[in-house]
């Protein structure tokens, strides 16, 4: 019987133990931290003329940005389509934000604004798979018309929306917000 109760003892210890190491670890809920972008290139391609493109890029948007290759230079009345890349290259090699982004689609929205509001029209031409009131539209793809020569701002803002996504830039944070130079001839 003596034996019984050392080993009953005995077993008790060890499951206390055993107990005690997992109170220690909590299950967490994954954080959805914001991508980090350190480069924004957008492609604009002429819908009447496939072979014509115009490309602008802003470096180091997380330090001092270098605007020095962020002008659109475009024609007037033209139709364009649109493809925006981002990318971190603070990784070893650099990260494509824009795939992540595309995995994500859902928590997602890219918002364009033109400045003045008649340099642009901008249509973004791709969709999450949201379920209803959804889908709601991405903006790694657009189409964009130019209207009269001019000149202004193309500000991009990513909105970071994760279980908020609604079809408008109000919930989340955002990821990045930057101004392309317009240029239109």
């Excluded at 391609?45 to 602008?56: D, L, R």
């Excluded at 249509?123 to 020569?149: C, H, Q």
Aim: glycine content about 6%.
């Amino acid at each position: 019987m003596k034996y019984f109760k050392n080993q009953l003892i005995w077993l008790a210890g060890v499951a206390l133990l055993a107990g005690a190491c997992n109170k220690d670890e909590q299950n967490v809920a994954p954080t959805d931290d914001n991508e980090a972008i350190t480069t924004a290139t957008l492609t604009l391609t002429n819908k009447a003329t496939p072979t014509e493109s115009v490309t602008a890029t802003i470096e180091n948007l997380n330090t001092t940005p270098d605007f020095s290759n962020a002008t659109l230079n475009l024609k007037a009345n033209t139709a364009y389509t649109g493809v925006i890349s981002l990318l971190d290259k603070t990784k070893t090699p650099v990260l494509d934000a824009t795939t992540e982004i595309r995995e994500k689609a859902n928590e997602h929205l890219f918002v364009y604004t033109p400045t003045p509001s008649n340099l642009l029209t901008i249509t973004l031409t791709d969709i999450d798979t949201n379920p209803s009131p959804g889908p709601y539209p991405i903006g790694l793809t657009t189409e964009m018309k130019t209207g009269a020569a001019g000149s202004g701002k193309l500000k991009v803002v990513l909105r970071h929306q994760p279980n908020a996504k609604n079809g408008t830039a109000a919930p989340g944070s955002s990821d990045l917000d930057t101004d392309f130079t317009v240029v239109v001839k």
